[in-house]
């Protein structure tokens, strides 16, 4: 599995976690060293996550308590702009011989997304919220 975070004008290292991700997991690989420097970084900034299992484990609500975020309802569809990122790295993926190459050329692909891509996507939040649960075109 690979995680980042993407904010309007820059993004986080990318994180690749090999194993099954758990609550405990989430915050001692994820959110403690990346996400809360990178948040302190950005005042004013709103963290976004779903609602999988390891966001909504008691030790990271707590961990995520310190900063604001996005209120996510049960069952609600899941906009987040970083879903197309990563949609959009699946497609550029090249054929990898082991997983180390992988690892690379996904780091390579992350670290040289067009930051107008990210842009786009972050501003496209507004249609994407009043389409109200129709379809949309994203």
């Known amino acids: ?18 194993g099954t991700l758990t609550g405990q997991r989430y915050v001692d690989d994820i959110l403690r060293p990346p996400v ?5 970084g950005l005042p004013g900034a709103i ?3 779903n609602n999988a299992r390891p966001h909504t ?5 707590d961990f995520l ?12 569809p899941d906009l987040s702009p970083v879903e ?7 497609r550029q993926v090249p054929s990898c011989h082991s997983e ?8 390579d ?4 997304l067009p930051p107008d891509n990210i842009r786009c996507l972050i501003n496209s939040m507004p249609d994407r919220v009043a389409a109200g649960g129709g379809p949309t075109c994203y």
């Open 109 to 112: 692909l992350w670290s040289h």
């Open 47 to 49: 963290f976004q996550q």
């Open 36 to 40: 809360g420097p990178f948040l302190n």
């Open 84 to 90: 197309h990122v990563w949609d959009q790295l699946k």
């Open 1 to 18: 599995m690979v995680w980042g975070v993407i904010a309007y004008d820059s993004r986080s290292t990318l994180i690749v976690m090999r």
């Open 65 to 76: 308590r310190h900063f604001q975020t996005l209120p996510w309802p049960a069952r609600s």
């Open 100 to 107: 180390h190459d992988l690892e690379l050329a996904v780091q």
């Open 57 to 61: 484990a008691r030790v990271a609500q």
